[in-house]
């Protein structure tokens, strides 16, 4: 079992940065993949980016790729999302979601369903 919790949220002006950090309790956190995805008012959750367990492997969406970087700190049982050059457009609650399953491409990791185990989001607003 994975509980995890995002904090890290909050307003910030159109090419700001923000970190957002998603810590998790469970002994099989340096094991899970770990993923980002985020929810804008009236459309659906979409994926944002994803991690293996031991770092050897990201993705990112396109939307977001060159902007936001993701890592984990498996000591600190803590991932990350450093957003920069942020837009209105990344406006969203941004959750994070975890699994035991292993990590092996793109495809593998971006649909929601994957991911057994979410938290219960953290809130991002970019201003124009």
């Known amino acids: 079992q994975v509980q995890l919790v995002e904090s890290g949220g909050g307003v910030v002006q159109a090419g700001g940065s923000l970190r957002l950090s998603c810590a998790a309790s469970?002994?099989?956190?340096?094991?899970?993949?770990m993923g980002w995805f985020r929810q804008a008012p009236e459309k659906d959750r979409e994926f944002v980016a994803a991690?293996?367990?031991?770092?050897?492997?990201?993705d990112y969406s396109l939307s977001v790729k060159g902007r936001f970087t993701i890592s984990r700190d498996n000591a600190k049982n803590t991932m990350y999302l450093q957003m920069n050059s942020l837009k209105p457009g990344d406006t969203a609650v941004y959750s994070c979601g975890a699994r035991v399953r292993p990590y092996f491409n793109y495809h593998d990791v971006n649909d929601v369903n994957d991911y057994e185990f979410w938290g219960q989001g953290t809130q991002v607003t970019i201003s124009s």
């Open positions: 469970g002994r099989t956190f340096s094991a899970a993949t």
């Open positions: 991690i293996s367990g031991s770092s050897d492997r990201t």
